[in-house]
């Protein structure tokens, strides 16, 4: 039923360098939530730290009532079991084939028969489309193929939290749509804690639950779908809608002149809120909220047109 | 200024420390089940036929060497009827153990290194311990094992070819007297010199093994912090094992009083 992450003041930084700070939220159980960022901000270094392979300097993570943080190593191998992560490259073992690659942590966890760990692999191979492709290698395939891989491998195990670092980086948007799909459906399935890292303007705004923005070394915002795409806050409206006028800039920030002179720009009308994507099968997921009830409960309008279509209303241009 | 002085200064103790504490690691992985025991046949007959060849083929002009050197300085001393004792002295105590650490790092461990280097750039070992995997107990222990297993044997291998290329310089080139070369072995050299060269190969294969795999495991920055890590990690095993020879000879020949004096 999934399992809630629980991240309270974090910090890390390289050296002198503070990647984030103060970084505090709950990602709540069995919801899809997706972490927003510009490039460089550290949304891959949160992921690390949310699995404990990177140290952060303070605070806590806590899943399970262990702080992930500072626990000892053999808890935090203990407690990575209820992970399933996909890696950005997939991350796959170079010298196995796909289905001793996918079978790897069923053979090193569990006391399967062969049998019955063919019947897993299999059936996690059929779910990411990938049947007829055990013998490959993961040198002979093709990136997409390799996340799809990395995927079934993340999920034999059947974890509680899935994290993905970029799922969609490098994919075409035909196969990031599938992959899309494929996460809602996922999530309809097992009901686990997933939590995407990306900077897919399209993922965002269909995919999740909820949202959190990653910037300027700190989270910005982080909350249900339709707060972030109903907000009228600087940041989060100009990322969300890929806009140029706002404070990001080319470099991390821009300097003061260039914010002055746009200060008393319009800035372009929020677009509308797109629907967000359902199981393929057409039975709502346990976490799925009507279109607007967000909107509805908090008294927000939403943007014109909303709630209407399902692609991503991102109008062509803008 | 005086402290980016210092930290520059103590960076190399600092590394120290931390090959130490993962040889720590590694030693605390040893036996923590269970053990990955088709891994240690892989690796042990991987790294056996990388160095088995070249072993061979570096210890016969090392015998050779050694028994014209000595046999020509013997001439004069009008002692040659010691020819093989000393040679065997020199190859097992000596040639043995270096040739073989020569060997184990500069084939075994800089593939150990390139092996586990890139596996850490593409997110390998990282994929690992979030599966909930040690990368320590699947990968380094055996590595490490299969490492001095090898190291042993080879020891054993250039002694043999050592003395038996050193044997047939002596004999055909310097006309030696073949019964004379065998009937010296036991004269000068002794049965705890074959122990302290086998227990320096143990020794050897163990540092190798543990240098590359820290090298290979720390290393960062792409391909290129792959192909630095290699080097780093021959360069490193080389030094070590030679000043860690130095120390066992020196602490063997306090110990253990020359025969036949």
Same mark, same amino acid.
């Given at each position: 039923?999934?399992?809630?992450?629980?991240?309270?003041? !974090?910090?890390?930084?390289?050296?002198?360098?503070?990647?984030?700070?103060?970084?505090?939220?709950?990602? *709540?159980?069995?919801?899809?939530?997706?972490?927003?960022?510009?490039?460089?901000?550290?949304?891959?270094?949160?992921?690390?730290?949310?699995?404990?392979?990177?140290?952060?300097?303070?605070?806590?993570?806590?899943?399970?009532?262990?702080?992930?943080?500072?626990?000892?190593?053999?808890?935090?191998?203990?407690?990575?079991?209820?992970?399933?992560?996909?890696f950005?490259d997939g991350a796959m073992f170079g010298?196995m084939n796909l289905?001793?690659n996918v079978?790897?942590?069923?053979?090193?966890?569990?006391?399967?028969?062969?049998?019955?760990?063919?019947?897993?692999?299999?059936?996690?191979?059929?779910?990411?489309?990938? !049947?007829?492709?055990?013998?490959?290698l993961p040198g002979?395939i093709?990136?997409?193929?390799r996340k799809?891989a990395g995927?079934?491998r993340?999920?034999?195990?059947?974890?509680?939290?899935?994290?993905?670092?970029?799922?969609?980086?490098?994919?075409?948007?035909?196969?990031?749509?599938?992959?899309?799909?494929?996460?809602?459906?996922?999530?309809?399935?097992?009901?686990?804690?997933?939590?995407?890292?990306?900077?897919?303007?399209?993922?965002?705004?269909?995919?999740?639950?909820?949202?959190?923005?990653?910037?300027?070394?700190?989270?910005?915002?982080?909350?249900?779908?339709?707060?972030?795409?109903?907000?009228?806050?600087?940041?989060?409206?100009?990322?969300?809608?890929?806009?140029?006028?706002?404070?990001?800039?080319?470099?991390?920030?821009?300097?003061?002149?260039?914010?002055?002179?746009?200060?008393?720009?319009?800035? *372009?009308?929020?677009?509308?809120?797109?629907?967000? !994507?359902?199981?393929?099968?057409?039975?709502?997921?346990?976490?799925?909220?009507?279109?607007?009830?967000?909107?509805?409960?908090?008294?927000? @309008?939403? *943007?014109?047109?909303?709630?209407?279509?399902?692609?991503?209303?991102?109008?062509?241009? @803008? | 200024?005086?402290?980016?002085?210092?930290?520059?200064?103590?960076?190399?103790?600092?590394?120290?420390?931390?090959?130490?504490?993962?040889?720590?690691?590694?030693?605390?992985?040893?036996?923590?089940?269970?053990?990955?025991?088709?891994?240690?046949?892989?690796?042990?007959?991987?790294?056996?036929?990388?160095?088995?060849?070249?072993?061979?083929?570096?210890?016969?002009?090392?015998?050779?060497? +050694?028994?014209?050197?000595?046999?020509?300085?013997?001439?004069?001393?009008?002692?040659?009827?010691?020819?093989?004792?000393?040679?065997?002295?020199?190859?097992?105590?000596?040639?043995?153990?270096?040739?073989?650490?020569?060997?184990?790092?500069?084939?075994?461990?800089?593939? +150990?290194?390139?092996?586990?280097?890139?596996? /850490?750039?593409r997110?390998e070992?990282?994929a690992?311990?979030?599966?909930? +995997?040690?990368? +320590?107990?699947?990968?380094?222990?055996?590595?490490?094992?299969?490492?001095?297993?090898?190291?042993?044997?080879?020891?054993?291998?250039?002694?043999?070819?050592?003395?038996?290329?050193?044997?047939?310089?002596?004999?055909?080139?310097?006309?030696?007297?073949?019964?004379?070369?065998?009937?010296?072995?036991?004269?000068?050299?002794?049965?705890?010199?074959?122990?302290?060269?086998?227990?320096?190969?143990?020794?050897?294969?163990?540092?190798?093994?543990?240098?590359?795999?820290?090298?290979?495991?720390?290393?960062?920055?792409?391909?290129?912090?792959?192909?630095?890590?290699?080097?780093?990690?021959?360069?490193?095993?080389?030094?070590?094992?030679?000043?860690?020879?130095?120390?066992?000879?020196?602490?063997?020949?306090?110990?253990?009083?020359? /025969?036949?004096?």
């Amino acid at each position: 039923m999934g399992v809630e992450i629980k991240i309270d003041h !974090l910090t890390k930084s390289f050296g002198k360098q503070m990647i984030w700070g103060d970084v505090s939220l709950t990602v *709540p159980a069995g919801e899809i939530s997706v972490m927003l960022g510009p490039s460089g901000t550290g949304k891959s270094v949160l992921l690390k730290t949310l699995i404990g392979l990177l140290k952060p300097d303070s605070g806590s993570v806590i899943i399970e009532g262990t702080d992930i943080a500072s626990c000892p190593e053999k808890e935090l191998y203990e407690i990575r079991k209820l992970f399933g992560v996909l890696f950005q490259d997939g991350a796959m073992f170079g010298s196995m084939n796909l289905y001793d690659n996918v079978a790897f942590p069923l053979r090193e966890h569990t006391k399967k028969s062969e049998s019955e760990v063919r019947d897993v692999v299999m059936e996690k191979m059929d779910l990411v489309g990938l !049947l007829g492709a055990e013998d490959k290698l993961p040198g002979e395939i093709s990136g997409g193929m390799r996340k799809r891989a990395g995927l079934a491998r993340a999920l034999v195990l059947d974890p509680e939290i899935v994290l993905f670092d970029e799922p969609d980086s490098g994919l075409d948007p035909v196969r990031t749509a599938f992959l899309n799909q494929l996460i809602i459906d996922l999530n309809a399935q097992i009901d686990a804690t997933f939590l995407i890292v990306t900077h897919d303007i399209n993922t965002a705004r269909t995919v999740p639950d909820n949202i959190g923005l990653l910037y300027h070394r700190h989270l910005a915002m982080f909350g249900p779908r339709e707060m972030l795409l109903a907000s009228e806050e600087p940041v989060v409206r100009q990322f969300l809608n890929a806009q140029r006028v706002g404070p990001i800039g080319m470099s991390e920030e821009k300097d003061a002149d260039e914010l002055a002179a746009e200060s008393g720009q319009e800035l *372009p009308p929020l677009p509308p809120i797109p629907m967000q !994507l359902e199981p393929s099968n057409g039975i709502p997921r346990r976490s799925q909220r009507e279109p607007g009830a967000w909107c509805k409960e908090n008294g927000v @309008t939403p *943007p014109p047109g909303s709630f209407q279509s399902a692609d991503a209303g991102l109008a062509p241009g @803008t | 200024m005086a402290s980016i002085t210092s930290a520059r200064v103590l960076r190399p103790v600092g590394t120290a420390g931390k090959l130490f504490a993962f040889g720590l690691d590694v030693g605390r992985g040893l036996f923590r089940r269970p053990f990955q025991l088709r891994e240690f046949l892989q690796q042990a007959w991987f790294i056996a036929s990388v160095t088995i060849v070249p072993t061979a083929l570096v210890a016969i002009p090392f015998g050779a060497v +050694i028994a014209l050197q000595v046999g020509g300085l013997i001439k004069q001393f009008g002692a040659q009827s010691f020819t093989g004792s000393a040679s065997v002295l020199a190859v097992i105590q000596q040639a043995g153990p270096i040739a073989t650490a020569l060997l184990i790092a500069g084939a075994g461990g800089s593939a +150990i290194a390139a092996d586990l280097g890139a596996r /850490k750039i593409r997110e390998e070992l990282d994929a690992m311990m979030v599966l909930g +995997i040690d990368p +320590i107990q699947r990968l380094v222990v055996p590595r490490v094992l299969a490492c001095m297993l090898v190291a042993f044997f080879l020891n054993g291998l250039v002694s043999v070819v050592g003395v038996a290329g050193g044997y047939v310089f002596n004999v055909i080139l310097q006309d030696g007297t073949p019964g004379a070369y065998i009937a010296s072995f036991t004269a000068l050299a002794q049965l705890p010199d074959l122990y302290i060269g086998l227990i320096k190969s143990l020794i050897f294969g163990l540092i190798a093994a543990i240098v590359a795999s820290y090298k290979g495991m720390s290393a960062g920055g792409g391909p290129k912090g792959v192909g630095d890590a290699v080097n780093e990690s021959v360069v490193i095993t080389f030094l070590l094992l030679f000043v860690v020879n130095f120390v066992l000879s020196t602490i063997y020949l306090q110990l253990v009083p020359p /025969k036949g004096g």
